[in-house]
């Protein structure tokens, strides 16, 4: 054999890797100090200055710091409803979901705990589809350490006269089927798409690291869609999304695509000819015929390629 042999022999697969791992190096370790919180971690002006421009299609975010809001999506058939900045005192969250020119409420959540609270609305298929209207309300009391045991009407009417209200939130909610599973075996569920007209929140830089980390195990397990339709939901700018995805695709295809490469890809010059396989043939066979004790007659030796295999025709006699 002449030329380079070594693992990195300069070749256009070689500097790929090369490309890859100092990607990677640059991309996960950017995402390792963001979310440990290392530089800048509660400064939202990244976000902020970035939501004012055309890569934030979405609007200027909000600063939120300090201010108690409320955040709801749907997921899939549920409706998930969360606070976010309560006082660490006792609080109760309330939620109706009303049919349009009604008064009555279809169904109602109540749930109870201390500081920030999250509660889902499970939308079965008693649910007809239509638009609703999605009512919440935020209380807090400062008269009682906790509200855990609040899950129901006739518990939060017994303490709705102590409750003050932080903060109220109105959405529209479209309620429509959706079928989902396999090919041959499509199942029928609701789906619940909400529609907020509040800017998001803008993320911390602290944040931005951790929902990247999330990001990139969802789209590992679940896909990219996955991971889009989550980062949706949680209020991620879309230029993160795709900062994110594009990071993965860039280090894993670039590391890859070499490895792949050289595991199933072989060079004309990697290749033996037919000299060079016929003297490592009788190499071989020489070191072991003494131990065999056989003598082979290499001047009868013929070879025979195929497309995985070589099938040797040798000559000998036996010396023992």
């Given amino acids: 054999r002449t030329g380079q042999t070594g693992f990195f022999r300069g070749t256009f697969d070689d500097w790929t890797l090369v490309a890859g791992v100092i990607a990677g190096i640059v991309f996960f370790g950017g995402m390792m100090v963001l979310s440990t919180g290392q530089i800048a971690a509660d400064s939202i002006a990244f976000d902020q200055a970035l939501s004012k421009t055309?890569?934030?299609p979405g609007g200027e975010c909000l600063d939120r710091k300090g201010e108690v809001?409320?955040?709801i999506y749907?997921?899939?058939?549920?409706?998930?409803?969360?606070?976010n900045n309560a006082p660490a005192t006792a609080t109760a969250l309330v939620a109706h979901l009303i049919p349009p020119n009604?008064?009555?409420p279809l169904i109602s959540s109540y749930s109870g705990g201390n500081g920030d609270i999250s509660s889902e609305i499970h939308l079965d298929d008693t649910i007809p589809?239509?638009?609703?209207?999605l009512m919440v309300t935020l209380y807090y009391s400062e008269s009682a350490e906790s509200f855990e045991d609040i899950d129901n009407e006739s518990e939060y009417d017994s303490i709705s006269d102590s409750l003050s209200s932080l903060n109220s939130k109105q959405v529209n909610v479209e309620v429509k089927t959706v079928k989902t599973g396999s090919l041959f075996n499509r199942i029928e569920s609701r789906e619940a798409d909400v529609t907020d007209s509040e800017p998001r929140a803008c993320l911390s830089i602290e944040d931005m690291g951790e929902m990247g980390w999330v990001l990139m195990g969802l789209e590992w397990v679940g896909g990219r869609e996955t991971a889009m339709l989550w980062g949706?939901?949680?209020?991620?700018?879309?230029?993160?999304?795709a900062l994110v995805s594009l990071g993965m695709s860039?280090?894993?295809l670039c590391v890859q695509y070499p490895l792949m490469h050289r595991l199933y890809h072989r060079e004309t010059s990697d290749l033996l000819s037919t000299p060079q396989m016929r003297r490592l043939i009788e190499r071989t066979t020489q070191r072991v015929s003494e131990d065999l004790r056989f003598k082979a007659d290499f001047?009868?030796?013929?070879l025979q390629d195929r497309p995985i295999s070589i099938d040797v025709y040798l000559t000998y006699t036996t010396t023992g």
């Fill in 69 to 71: 809001w409320i955040k």
């Fill in 299 to 302: 001047d009868e030796m013929k």
């Fill in 250 to 252: 860039v280090f894993f």
């Fill in 129 to 133: 589809e239509g638009i609703y209207y």
């Fill in 54 to 56: 055309p890569i934030d």
């Fill in 102 to 104: 009604e008064d009555e």
């Fill in 74 to 83: 749907g997921n899939h058939d549920d409706l998930v409803i969360e606070s």
């Fill in 232 to 241: 949706g939901d949680e209020g991620v700018p879309p230029w993160w999304l």
